[in-house]
């Protein structure tokens, strides 16, 4: 490499803030470095992504450099695919942005470089933003776009990222599944031709399939060893990923908004900013991805990240909308016996013309019925502080239902077309807001405010989202952008949540959509939480909680007991078992303690106070997932460990029994090799493991492991680690 380029390298590599001179950028955090060469008036470049460069002219020396476009535009070279394509009012199709500075500053805790880029020929300006944070290993970037153009331009294609990754045995990890079985693990090896994760529902993400990824670099996926890259888009809309292998060198990534439906008239002056895509490197396999994502965060990303979660029972399971003051004193006696913290009352307490009986009418009506609670939200805020509880609530303010006074009054605010008989959700009768109506936002906004305002001792709002967006209209938008309503709809919900967020900054929010609908770290800045799943059977959540876990920290996962013959699967779960997964999340519980005998009272309030033990490191501490049940060994494990490494929670579940199965050795991960831990065992229901009590060093724990019989089908173990002092 010549002396210029190294030293315009470094220069780059040591400049603080302000305008960067150097044309070639480098953009680090602890473990990795993307390189990008941005000469004045040329097209940038991305050279390089992967560990950490300490030598960055090292990739032009070694031949690795991508020399790809950093967004690659359509039209001049077009025969690849394509970050962004803009047809500009005279019919021209193309672009070619060439670089006209290159910044740095210091932004909300993390550094910022942005690419400012322009049309060669056009005043089409697009700039390109990585920020990275010094107390994590995400790289977060976005894209803005705008045009100075006499009259609109198109936008067909707007993603928020493009990154090469090279070729070699990638395998791609990621998370699909419907109702009930969300976020399942799937892994492949990437083959020719393209692959792509994507999304059309419109108002829920992740029903079916996850904007979030990981691709290994040199083999197949491991927990803990090998070179990976994961992405996830920060957005609650429709997605789009696309993973492009060229046959030769490169695996091209396209993450972004799904354009599909969604062309987007961008008037002269306004600018269009893309999601965030966040992405990360490990050299510590998925599990390193993964607490880089989880501690990115708890950091950043995440409402309430760093402060510890409540103890809660939700009435959903246990009573369904039938509810009154009556049952729902007695749930907050007896959950408060038990050692809860919170009650959330879930669907069923609104309605005034027509009360929620069921799911045909009512939503929209967000005043409480009187006939089930007459003495209203006041007499519940009451009877929850007379037990020492903190109080919460459902709502699911984007919707309505055509049997609502809402929809009375109101038509034109569903999302609807013309000439079109609508097509209508759950019950028969549900329809979607349009939440690109600044009136609709008001009235959302305002669902939300009424409550507080009435009722500020509400801690909690569980937020729910039931349906598609069927009957693609809108009577807000005008004709010709009718195509925005995909976009229209999340930037609206945005608004709102912002301003939820401003005026209630200590209201805890819960994003549910049909279960886990909504895990998507567009919306959790203004969420702490979201409902893993509406399947709570603890056998299936250990593998929907696995999948989760690869880029969401339990803090966030909410997970709750419920009956002993699921409602969703039908299958029979010892309590024990159902407490011990639920403790490996955010714990709750969801079914009616009327019904639980005194016994299992008496082991409920147990391994809640055995949660608070380890709820502390179990929320904020670091995951290892040990043994994973889709290896289908019979036995799934994980642990948490605290940051200081002086407390751990270890978890192992027995998923299925056959005579005589081998048994894997119990080995842990993440501790202090030097430190010695007492294993005490939590939520006990019978004799402790023979290892109760005693001491091992971390050394012994993660090289040997501890070798004790788990039980059978559906046993489980929960051992709390505590340094010796
Ligand atoms: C769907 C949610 O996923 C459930 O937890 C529950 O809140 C129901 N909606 C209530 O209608």
Known sequence: MNKRLASALLCAALLGSGILRADNIVISNRKSSILITAPKGESPRIQYFGPRLANPGDVFDSGSAFNDPVYPQFGVQCSRETAIQATHNDGNMSLELVVESVTRENRDGGQVTAIATRDKFYPFYVTIYYKTYPDCEVIETWTEIRHLEKKPVTLYRFASAFLPVRRGDNWLSHFHGPWGAEAYLYEEALTDGMRVIKDKDGVRNTQNSCPSFMLTLDGRPD????????????????YRIAIDNDNAHTTRIFAGINEDQSQYILEPK????????????????????????????????????????????????????????????????????????MFVMDDGWFGDKYPRNNGTSSLGDWVVCKEKLPEGIKGLTASAREKGLKFGIWIEPEMTNSKSELFEKHPEWVIQQPHREMHKGRGGTQLVLDLSNP?????????????????????????????????????????????????????????????????????????????????????LPYYDEFWTSDNTDALQRIFIQWGVSNFFPAVAMASHVSVDTNYQTGRKTPLKLRFDVAMSGRMGMELQPA???????????????????????????????????????????????????????????????????????????????????LVRELSLDGKPIPQDGKTFTGAFLMETGLDFEVGGEHASHVLELKAAE
């Open 223 to 238: 927990e803990q060893h090998g070179m990976v890259i994961g992405g996830t888009l920060a957005w609650s809309g429709n």
């Open 270 to 341: 306004e600018v269009f900013t893309t999601p965030v895509f966040a992405f990360t490197f490990s050299d510590e396999g998925k599990g390193g991805v993964s607490r880089n994502f989880h501690r990115w965060a708890r950091l950043h990303r995440l409402n309430h990240g760093g402060e510890q979660r409540s103890i809660l029972l939700n009435s959903w399971e246990g009573v369904s909308m039938n509810v009154n003051q009556e049952v729902m004193d007695q749930m907050m006696a007896d959950f408060a016996a038990m050692g809860g913290e």
């Open 439 to 523: 009136e609709v936002q008001e009235f959302v906004f305002g669902v939300v405010d009424k409550l507080m305002t009435a009722h500020p001792e509400i801690a909690y709002i569980k937020w729910d989202a039931n349906m598609t967006l069927f009957n693609y209209g809108s009577t807000y938008l005008p004709r010709d952008k009718q195509s925005h309503l995909y976009i229209a709809y999340h930037r609206g919900l945005e608004n709102i949540l912002k301003r939820i967020h401003a005026k209630y900054p200590g209201l805890v929010m819960q994003a549910c959509a049909s279960g886990g609908g909504r895990i998507n770290y567009g919306l």
């Open 595 to 677: 019904h639980m005998t005194d016994e299992d009272k008496a082991f409920a309030r147990r391994a809640i106070a055995d949660y608070k033990l380890i709820r502390p490191v179990v929320q904020q501490g670091d995951l290892y997932r040990l043994i994973s049940p889709f290896d289908k060994t019979g036995y799934a494990s994980l642990m948490y460990v605290s940051p200081e490494k002086d407390h751990a929670a270890y978890f192992v579940y027995k998923l299925e029994q056959y005579h005589n199965m081998p048994r894997p050795a119990f080995r842990m991960a993440g501790l202090d090799p030097q430190k010695r831990y």
